[in-house]
């Protein structure tokens, strides 16, 4: 699997992207640093269920990402479906999910893209978690560039006027070991609140 594609998929993106521009007045800035190609993790902050689709719906015309979601999702069966189907990838976030992180390293190895949300779980505006490690190993093992991503309003979802997306520079990634993958893992939330 690299990046996520298909009918529903594309469906999904054009419905959100849609309603999101036209209704609540999306806005979007740093979209040219979007690479085109080769393994990339967009990493954003995530205080919203709209943050993923909002996120891949704008990065469509550039790339279409899979996601790593929480396996909690998954519980029912037509939500399962409509996700597996648009390129979401289950993850345990209670252990160390290998094979989501095998699914994950699978879609990077391959040049596609994934999002994730280094916090692990949605936090409320103002607020900041200690990111896990895993958006550095991915990075590190895959050798992917690392784009911070910044949503703002779609935790006031639906009364947020206007909501924003915001890219930042691509971040290289980090060499290996823990103590350099904790350092990246902070640079990364850095570079996505300094958006």
Known sequence: MSDASGRLRI??????SGLTRAVWG????????????????????????????????MIASRRRPCFL???????????SWFLLGTGVIP??????????????LGVLEDGGSLIVFPEGTRV?????????PGVAFLAARAGARVLPAR???TAEFPRAFPM???FGAPLEPPMPGR?????????????????
């Not at 979601?69 to 939500?79: Q, R, S």
């Open 91 to 104: 993850l345990d976030r209670g252990s160390g999910d290998l094979a989501a992180l095998r699914a994950a």
């Open 124 to 132: 409320k505006p103002g607020e900041r978690r200690a990111p896990k």
């Open 179 to 195: 103590e350099a993958a904790a350092e990246f893992a902070r640079v990364v939330m850095d570079a996505i609140y300094s958006l």
């Open 11 to 16: 469906f999904s993106e054009m419905l959100v």
């Open 69 to 79: 979601g929480k396996k909690e999702l998954f519980a029912n069966p037509l939500l």
């Open 151 to 153: 949503l703002k309003g």
């Open 26 to 57: 999306v806005r979007v800035s740093g979209l040219e640093n979007v690479p085109l190609s080769g393994p990339l993790i967009v990493a954003c902050n995530h205080s919203s269920l709209l943050d993923g689709p909002l996120l891949g719906s």
């Open 164 to 166: 924003t997306v915001a």
